[in-house]
């Protein structure tokens, strides 16, 4: 029963990430930086959770050399949450080279399982893969695993202070349309720290003497993307205009071209 609903589950949430990633990278309408933005966002997580079903199943003890290929990509959930906050509270804001610094994380993580899993023996993966399967990993792969955690939660803190801080600028001109656009980027900040608590106390589980809920605990994360993905499409067809980035109110544009100083300007 346990597996049943797990797979269901997995199934069902993969596909509306999948989904809705694919209604982003072709809607025309609203801002496409930041529709592409959040769509490559929800289609990575799509693919590391069904990269987590089939570890479930142990389908990489039969295929070693298949496993590891995308587990890097948990490195780009962060600058991309970054940059789509961006793109909704700034109207001209752009994609730079500056921005490839923020994937070396990334980088780095590719190459490390490059070296330390796909260039090894099969026999040597699946040994690997069966530690993984049975939560044996050595202490040192739990403390990556905390590591990519708080990289992600770095992440999330700098965007939920960039929506902070714009707020704060300029809230006496907020109209309601701009309000629910911030409101629905906090609201998406705050999900998404809330499912990296659950997902880092998933993980270490297995050190625990609670080691036999470590499927209930993956069941509770999946439930709680479930929820997630069908409130962003709620909000989506009620509010549509969520993704559609936010207009600059019209004091801002007014004085943006002027000489005045930047305190002047406020």
């Known amino acids: 029963m346990g597996s049943d609903l ?17 209604f982003l990278f072709t809607i025309k309408k609203g801002k ?25 199943f142990r389908f990489y003890l039969q295929f070693p050399s298949l496993a590891l290929i995308e587990d890097s990509f948990i490195l780009l ?9 961006r793109s909704v509270i700034y109207k001209n804001f752009k994609l730079t080279a500056r921005v490839l610094f923020h994937g070396i994380p990334f980088v780095v993580l590719f190459v490390l399982s490059l070296v330390g899993y796909h260039i090894q023996p099969t026999g040597q993966q699946q040994m690997i ?11 040192g792969l739990y403390l990556m695993i905390a590591a990519i955690h ?27 349309i701009y309000r629910l656009n911030l ?31 470590f499927d209930a605990g993956l069941i509770l994360v999946l439930v709680f993307l479930f929820f997630f993905v069908n409130a962003i499409v709620i909000k989506g067809l009620k509010h549509p205009e969520i993704f559609s980035g936010i ?13 005045l100083t930047s305190e002047e300007r406020d």
């Open 6 to 22: 797990f797979t269901i589950l997995t199934s069902i949430v993969v596909f509306q990430f999948v989904l809705l990633s694919f």
């Open 32 to 56: 496409r930086l930041s529709n592409l933005l959040l769509g490559s966002f929800l289609l990575l997580l799509a693919i590391n959770i069904a990269d987590g079903l089939l570890t479930y």
């Open 77 to 85: 959930y962060g600058p991309l949450v970054l940059f789509y906050s």
């Open 129 to 139: 893969q069966s530690a993984i399967v049975e939560h044996s990993l050595p202490v």
């Open 150 to 176: 708080v990289h992600i939660f770095i992440y999330l803190f700098l965007s939920w202070r960039e929506v902070n801080i714009y707020r704060t600028k300029i809230k006496d001109i907020l109209s309601s």
């Open 183 to 213: 409101d629905w980027l906090s609201f998406m900040i705050y999900s998404l720290a809330f499912l990296l608590v659950l997902s880092f106390t998933n993980a270490i589980i297995p050190l625990t003497s609670f080691k036999g809920y």
């Open 247 to 259: 207009d600059e109110p019209e004091v801002i544009q007014k004085y943006r071209g002027s000489t």
